[in-house]
């Protein structure tokens, strides 16, 4: 057992963040079950940690050793019913209210009454996830970045009913896994994305009105804000759907018109360019 009482660990998700997240665990010697419907992305993602580890291995942060144990400690499954004895589950599906807080009913039915319930969302409401569950106190966010092994921060996440020792619990955890957590509570896009996303917006109005060219806006960021990627570019690796998902989110739930999504946005959404995975978003690739 950990620090942190926590030993056992379920991921729901094999998807970018959710092997991201079970790839930390196992490395930190947690046993990490990943869950998804879809075999074949579970066997994907089971090659995606396997080279994570690999690269992590070729420059030297971590000893070959390290590697096969951790490779060793992640099982998968099709079903959430083997989440029965775990100590923690972090959910990673996609950021869908309604399939969120349907899995929060499930596992709430499933898992001891102990396990602690994380969502790894970037704008959903953690309390209305509480809401579907019978434990509301043990509900929380831990919002990872991406990539999960090289990013720092954990954004921890207080919904209305959760409790001191579940929010001490996590942060002690976070702690545990070499990062950096950050208490934020309940309200829209959390901290992260209510400062970046409207960032970003302004960026995209600023292309759309010919203030200048996508490639001159991300230089004046990166050169005078000395921020590492310019806001365009990260858009295009966020994704420009997800980038639309979460200023609708911050318009409607915050209901102010400066979280209003630039129209070319939506547009490019649309059109289908999405950024880096389509291809084609503020930039071809």
């Given at each position: 057992?950990?620090?942190?009482?926590?030993?056992?660990?379920?991921?729901i998700?094999?998807?970018t963040?959710g092997n991201?997240?079970?790839?930390?665990?196992?490395?930190?010697g947690?046993?990490?079950?990943?869950?998804d419907?879809?075999?074949?992305?579970?066997?994907?993602?089971l090659?995606t940690i396997?080279a994570?580890?690999g690269?992590?291995?070729?420059?030297g942060?971590i000893d070959?050793?390290?590697?096969?144990?951790a490779?060793?400690r992640?099982?998968t499954?099709?079903?959430?019913?083997?989440t029965?004895?775990?100590?923690?589950?972090?959910e990673?599906?996609?950021?869908?209210?309604?399939?969120k807080a349907k899995i929060?009913?499930?596992?709430?039915q499933?898992?001891?009454?102990?396990?602690?319930l994380?969502s790894?969302?970037s704008?959903?409401?953690?309390?209305?996830?509480a809401g579907?569950?019978?434990?509301?106190e043990?509900?929380?966010?831990?919002?990872?970045m991406?990539?999960?092994?090289?990013?720092?921060?954990v954004?921890?996440?207080?919904?209305?009913?959760?409790?001191?020792?579940?929010?001490?619990?996590t942060v002690g955890l976070?702690?545990?896994?070499?990062?950096?957590?950050?208490e934020?509570?309940?309200y829209p896009?959390?901290?992260?994305n209510?400062?970046?996303?409207?960032?970003?917006n302004e960026?995209?109005?600023?292309?759309?009105e010919g203030?200048a060219e996508?490639e001159a806006?991300?230089?004046?960021?990166?050169?005078g804000?000395?921020h590492?990627l310019g806001p365009?570019a990260?858009?295009?690796l966020?994704?420009l759907?997800?980038c639309?998902a979460i200023m609708?989110?911050?318009h409607r739930?915050l209901?102010d018109d400066?979280y209003?999504p630039a129209?070319?946005?939506?547009?490019y959404?649309?059109?289908g360019?999405?950024?880096?995975?389509?291809?084609r978003?503020?930039?071809e690739y």
């Amino acid at each position: 057992m950990g620090m942190s009482q926590i030993d056992r660990v379920a991921v729901i998700g094999a998807g970018t963040m959710g092997n991201g997240i079970a790839h930390l665990f196992a490395q930190n010697g947690f046993d990490v079950t990943m869950i998804d419907l879809d075999e074949e992305r579970l066997k994907a993602a089971l090659e995606t940690i396997e080279a994570n580890l690999g690269r992590q291995v070729r420059r030297g942060t971590i000893d070959d050793e390290t590697a096969k144990a951790a490779l060793g400690r992640i099982e998968t499954a099709t079903t959430n019913s083997v989440t029965e004895g775990v100590d923690l589950i972090v959910e990673a599906v996609t950021e869908d209210l309604g399939l969120k807080a349907k899995i929060f009913a499930e596992l709430d039915q499933i898992a001891k009454p102990e396990t602690i319930l994380a969502s790894n969302t970037s704008s959903i409401s953690i309390t209305a996830l509480a809401g579907a569950t019978k434990r509301p106190e043990r509900v929380i966010g831990m919002h990872f970045m991406n990539p999960v092994p090289v990013m720092e921060l954990v954004e921890v996440i207080r919904g209305l009913q959760t409790s001191d020792q579940t929010a001490e619990t996590t942060v002690g955890l976070a702690r545990e896994l070499g990062k950096t957590p950050v208490e934020v509570n309940d309200y829209p896009g959390f901290v992260s994305n209510r400062v970046l996303m409207p960032m970003i917006n302004e960026a995209i109005f600023c292309l759309m009105e010919g203030v200048a060219e996508a490639e001159a806006i991300d230089t004046v960021m990166k050169l005078g804000m000395n921020h590492p990627l310019g806001p365009l570019a990260l858009a295009d690796l966020i994704g420009l759907d997800t980038c639309l998902a979460i200023m609708e989110v911050l318009h409607r739930e915050l209901g102010d018109d400066k979280y209003r999504p630039a129209p070319i946005l939506r547009n490019y959404v649309a059109a289908g360019w999405l950024g880096r995975k389509s291809g084609r978003g503020f930039y071809e690739y």
